[in-house]
């Protein structure tokens, strides 16, 4: 799961309104007059919230004749409220587990002589450790400009955006306003 939206979840959340309409929801369905009426708010208000809370998932709409109902996902709002608990986790689903020498036979596979990554593998397994093989080389606690980051990037290989792309997928590192940062080691995904 991407840090970024983790992040996003918890912000939504960080809301008195929202965490009550949440709760409400837990005993069934309710439409936005209801809500408005239980919290006390106007129907713009309630409105407001129940969008930012479908935005994250954690709540649908169902039409009954010219009523919207609005119901808790409660699968996602646990999962999501859970997921903080999994980086850098060692469960199967997240974290791969990979000796030395089978990342050596990946890394000679992919890697030509000159250091250049012939191709990005299609494998997660194998794609995990030609990621972290190249991320290895910047230094923690650094911040790298986006065009640093490219530049260093292309030295391995030309498409740039897209390894930067895993990198913030696979939780190597973290991007905000351009500025990119490794995280620390137990929360990459290998």
Request: charged share 30%; net charge positive; aromatic share 10%.
């Amino acid at each position: 799961m991407q840090i970024d939206r983790l992040v996003a979840f918890h912000k939504t959340l960080g809301d008195q309104n929202r965490i009550q309409i949440i709760s409400m929801l837990r005993h069934g369905p309710l439409h936005g007059q209801a809500i408005a009426g239980k919290l006390g708010l106007t129907p713009a208000t309630v409105s407001y919230h129940v969008t930012r809370l479908r935005e994250i998932d954690v709540i649908y709409q169902r039409r009954d004749k010219n009523t919207i109902y609005f119901h808790l996902n409660e699968k996602k709002l646990a999962y999501m409220a859970e997921a903080i608990l999994r980086i850098g986790g060692d469960d199967a689903m997240n974290k791969q587990q990979v000796d030395w020498t089978e990342k050596q036979k990946v890394i000679r596979n992919f890697f030509s002589k000159d250091g250049r990554l012939q191709t990005i593998p299609a494998q997660r397994k194998k794609k995990l450790i030609i990621l972290e093989h190249m991320v290895d080389r910047l230094e923690f606690g650094k911040k790298y400009p986006e065009k640093d980051i490219n530049a260093f990037i292309k030295q391995f290989h030309d498409d740039y955006a897209t390894i930067r792309r895993e990198w913030i997928m696979c939780h190597f590192m973290q991007r905000n306003d351009g500025i990119y940062e490794l995280n620390p080691k137990e929360m990459w995904l290998i």
